[in-house]
Nanobody
C-alpha cells in the first residue's frame, strides 16, 4: 500500500504562487507515475498534471500549461506542484495521486492511491 499526504494549500491573491507538496510513504518503490488532480465546488474532479519515468514523462492539462510545474524528489519520496500566476478559476481542492503503471495520464481511474486533498483558494 501507498499513503499520500498533501500540504501547502492556502489563500493567495490572483497572480501569486503556491507550491503544493505530496509526501508518500509505504511501498513507495512501486510508484512509477504521480499525478495532481483538482475539484472545484460543484464540479467534477479534473486532471492537472502527471509525471512518470521515461520518455514523455510530464503532461499537463491545457488550462495550467505554462503556469504549473510538476516535479518529484525520489530521495524524499515527495512530489510537488509549483503553481505560478494563479487565477481565481484555479480555486479547488487539489489531490495528489499515484500509480504503479507508467502509461497513465489523465484518467483518475488509473490511479489507485490518493491523498486527502488540500484547499487552494485564489482571490481576485
Amino acid at each position: 500500500q501507498v499513503q499520500l499526504v498533501e500540504s501547502g494549500g492556502g489563500l493567495v491573491q490572483a497572480g501569486g504562487s503556491l507550491r503544493l507538496s505530496c509526501a508518500a510513504s509505504g511501498r513507495t518503490f512501486s510508484i512509477n507515475t504521480v499525478g495532481w488532480f483538482r475539484q472545484a465546488p460543484g464540479k467534477e474532479r479534473e486532471f492537472v498534471a502527471r509525471n512518470s519515468w521515461g520518455a514523455g514523462s510530464t503532461y499537463y492539462a491545457n488550462s495550467v500549461k505554462g503556469r504549473f510545474t510538476i516535479s518529484r524528489d525520489n530521495a524524499k519520496n515527495t512530489m510537488y506542484l509549483q503553481m505560478n500566476n494563479l487565477k481565481p478559476e484555479d480555486t479547488a481542492v487539489y489531490y495528489c495521486a499515484a500509480s504503479r503503471a507508467y502509461s497513465v495520464y489523465g484518467n483518475q481511474n488509473d490511479y489507485p492511491y490518493w491523498g486527502q486533498g488540500t484547499q487552494v483558494t485564489v482571490s481576485s
